[in-house]
């Protein structure tokens, strides 16, 4: 597979613990906020997705938070197992649904 | 397989060359995007498509670059006089347009390699 994120981030646990990621996003006026994986070789896969209406929305195993103030995201991995090994990226909606992304942030699960 | 599709998955081409690549998003969705990823990068967005229609285009897709969506349905995207710049992922995202939140889904990207 590619190797990706040569100059990223990169957060290391332990399986079993959980996992913070975060992310600043530029736009004050964007509304609507995502949460991406993408493993190497792969497209970009939805994980969790928050409205700027809200503050706090939980998944399986997954919670996004969003700070508006301070123009801050993150996301919290319950558990966290080898299979989430990943880059995450958080994406912005501007205008017309689009999104732009954030550079991405390495995630290592040591067993 | 009902997700997003791209073909090919992989192109090595020589400098110079035209390359097509085509992209078959989820069979309702009427938005279809195109975006780049280079490595250790984000993606970035390209150009996006309503139905047959091309509403955006990012200042990053030059004229060498063209994207088609003609019936509404599949996408073909067109670089002529490949440039080493060129070598990326492109991907390939589509959505619902109407849903209040209506995440994109995409393929897992046709990597181009120019030479």
């Known amino acids: 597979g590619e190797s990706v994120g040569l100059h990223l981030p990169t957060l290391s646990v332990q399986e079993g613990d959980n996992s913070i990621i975060n992310c600043a996003y530029s736009?004050?006026?964007?509304?609507?906020f995502i949460w991406y994986k993408q493993e190497s070789g792969k497209g970009p896969q939805f994980i969790i997705d928050?409205?700027?209406?809200?503050d706090k929305r939980q998944g399986q195993r997954v919670t996004v938070l969003l700070n508006k103030t301070v123009k801050h995201l993150s996301l919290q991995i319950a558990a966290t197992q080898p299979g989430d090994s990943a880059v995450y990226f958080c994406?912005?909606?501007?205008?017309?649904?689009?999104?732009?992304f954030g550079a991405g942030t390495i995630l290592r699960v040591k067993s | 397989d009902t997700g997003v599709s791209q073909n090919p998955r992989h192109k090595i081409t020589k400098r110079g060359q035209n390359v097509t690549f085509r992209c078959d998003p989820i069979s309702e969705h009427n938005r279809l995007y195109w975006y780049r990823q280079t490595l250790g990068q984000g993606p970035e967005f390209l150009t996006y498509?309503?139905?047959?229609?091309?509403?955006?285009k990012s200042r990053l897709l030059s004229d060498r670059f063209s994207a088609e969506r003609p019936k509404g349905s599949f996408s073909t995207l067109e670089i002529q006089r490949t440039e080493q710049g060129d070598s990326a992922m492109y991907l390939c995202?589509?959505?619902?347009?109407?849903?209040?939140?209506?995440?994109?889904?995409f393929g897992n990207g046709t990597r181009l390699t120019v030479t």
């Open positions: 736009n004050s006026a964007s509304d609507y």
């Open positions: 995202a589509s959505s619902l347009v109407g849903q209040a939140n209506s995440p994109l889904h």
């Open positions: 928050i409205r700027s209406n809200m």
């Open positions: 994406a912005e909606r501007e205008y017309g649904n689009k999104l732009v």
């Open positions: 498509f309503q139905n047959e229609a091309q509403l955006e």
